[in-house]
DNA sequence: AAGAGGCCCTGATAGC
DNA sequence: TGCTATCAGGGCCTCT
């Protein structure tokens, strides 16, 4: 569930349970995650308080005092999930409740005084990275492009970055090093709001579809917050925060459905660009 | 040297 | 208590 908008769900309910907390320990189960995990994370980490938690882009960051820091990369499949220690008390901690807890990949697990964070992932395309000053986190960001939300996420921004490119837009939108925190589901949906056909080269494109990307990704991005993120793969056992913005796509997964822009009597087509499916309707997208 | 594709990994599901 | 192929929310790495 690791697009935006996720991380952004995770994020906040992740505050309200470890600011201003401290670690007590770190367990490490399974090291072989996207990288290694640092062996002494748990050194690193033990004592520490958190003093903010924030996210960029696609990356949960956790600030600790003396400029130390810890990020998250949730990959295809990672989650995090917050165990109260006498699990018979459930309050609103709970992120996915205890009960709801996979029984395998559960990788690295952070303890606290009353809770646990559990870092569970099956196909491990997620990591966690440790940073010993702000700037060397600064510098692992470097090559990231803003993100949508951003203020200086604007006009300006997006003519710079397709000077001299020859790529599509679908494949633009999810290059992270040009615009970051967009994945396949908030791609689609974007162009489909925006009315482009994905295979659309971004040299083609005109000023009012600039616009139209900034302003629809942008909004698409922020309501998906408001509905808590999308839910695609049924967390069936789950009873912690799902979110709901899969029941708003327009595009994602409705395949042969009718397009649903008003007058419109295209058909939602599935395509693959760059392995990646990809929906869009022809009627409508030029 | 920018851009496309392979690949990392597990699990769910569809089709046989 | 079937087996196999395909696909999944990401992005690093290699090759051209």
């Known amino acids: 569930m690791p697009e935006l908008p996720e991380v952004e769900i995770i994020k906040q309910s992740l505050k309200k349970s470890i600011l201003y907390k401290k670690i007590i320990k770190v367990l490490i189960k399974n090291r072989n995650l996207r990288f290694k995990i640092e062996k002494n994370l748990n050194k690193l980490l033990s004592k520490k308080k958190i003093i903010k938690v924030s996210r960029k882009s696609k990356y949960l960051i956790i600030y600790f005092e003396q400029n130390q820091f810890l990020i998250i990369h949730f990959g295809m499949s990672g989650t995090l999930h917050l165990v109260k220690k006498n699990n018979y008390n459930k309050t609103n901690l709970s992120f996915y409740n205890s009960e709801n807890l996979p029984k395998k990949h559960n990788h690295i697990i952070i303890f606290f005084k009353n809770f646990k964070i559990i870092y569970n992932d099956p196909r491990r395309f997620g990591y966690l990275k ?34 001299n490119k020859n790529k599509n837009i679908k494949n633009f939108l999810l290059d992270q090093k040009y615009i970051s925190g967009i994945g396949n589901i908030y791609a689609n949906e974007i162009l489909y709001y925006s009315k482009i056909n994905p295979y659309k080269n971004v040299k083609k494109l005109n000023i009012s579809d600039l616009k139209k990307i900034i302003y629809f990704s942008k909004f698409i991005l922020k309501k998906a917050i408001k509905k808590g993120g999308s839910t695609i793969r049924d967390f069936k056992n789950t009873k912690g925060i799902a979110g709901s913005f899969q029941n708003e796509f327009k595009a994602y997964n409705r395949e042969n459905k009718n397009c649903l822009n008003k007058r419109c009597l295209g058909k939602i087509i599935k395509v693959f660009i760059s392995n990646r499916s990809s929906y869009f309707c022809k009627n409508c997208q030029k």
């Open 130 to 163: 440790y940073f010993k000053s702000y700037k060397k986190m600064n510098f692992f960001f470097s090559n990231i492009g803003l993100e949508p939300l951003d203020k200086n996420f604007n006009l300006n921004y997006l003519k710079k970055i397709i000077i």
